[in-house]
């Protein structure tokens, strides 16, 4: 099986990638999984699946990811190119966390909520041939556990609620 990897690289996770799932694995990076779904992004990412009959995706952080621990924090880096929209993002999958859970693993809930969303934004715009099954997925490393995690499923990160 093929993988590519959406890995952010202040976690450095290549080598535990690639120690875990023996497999081809591909790896494309950006700070806290914050790329912009753009065509020109869009296009590399669908020409690497094609070329390598790539299988699955996976979004993949790490539980200690120093941006989204700034994005939750003082917010040091928010002025770094192409951060201010992902802190906006994290901040409002915080407030929909909030609703949901208490205090039991609020920063598992916050990410997942965060994966859900970059994997729905990823297969809208991912338009790959029909003869090439494709999984796309999230994963959170969890570093004390030295594991990785599905994340929450998306019918459990609501972002909205109405009772009757």
């Known amino acids: 099986m093929k993988r590519l990897y959406l890995l952010c690289p202040t976690d450095c996770l290549e080598t535990i990638v690639n120690a875990t799932f023996s497999c081809d ?6 700070l806290g999984n914050s790329f912009h779904i753009e065509e020109n992004t869009i296009e590399k990412i669908k020409d690497l699946i094609n070329l390598h009959k790539i299988e699955e995706v996976s979004f993949v952080l790490s539980d200690a990811n120093h941006i989204l621990k700034d994005a939750l924090g003082k917010q040091s880096f928010v002025n770094l190119r192409g951060l201010r929209r992902l802190y906006m993002q994290i901040l409002r999958q915080k407030k929909y966390s909030e609703l949901f859970y208490q205090n039991q693993n609020r920063q598992f809930s916050i990410l997942s909520y965060y994966l ?3 994997i729905k934004e990823l297969q809208l715009e991912l338009r790959i041939n029909k003869n090439i099954p494709l999984e796309i997925n999230a994963k959170i490393y969890d570093r004390r556990e030295r594991r990785f995690k599905d994340i929450y499923s998306d019918l459990i ?4 609620y109405s009772l009757n």
């Not at 694995?25 to 950006?30: A, D, K, L, T």
């Open 25 to 30: 694995n591909f790896f494309y990076y950006s």
């Open 116 to 118: 859900n969303n970059k």
């Open 157 to 160: 990160c609501m972002n909205q």
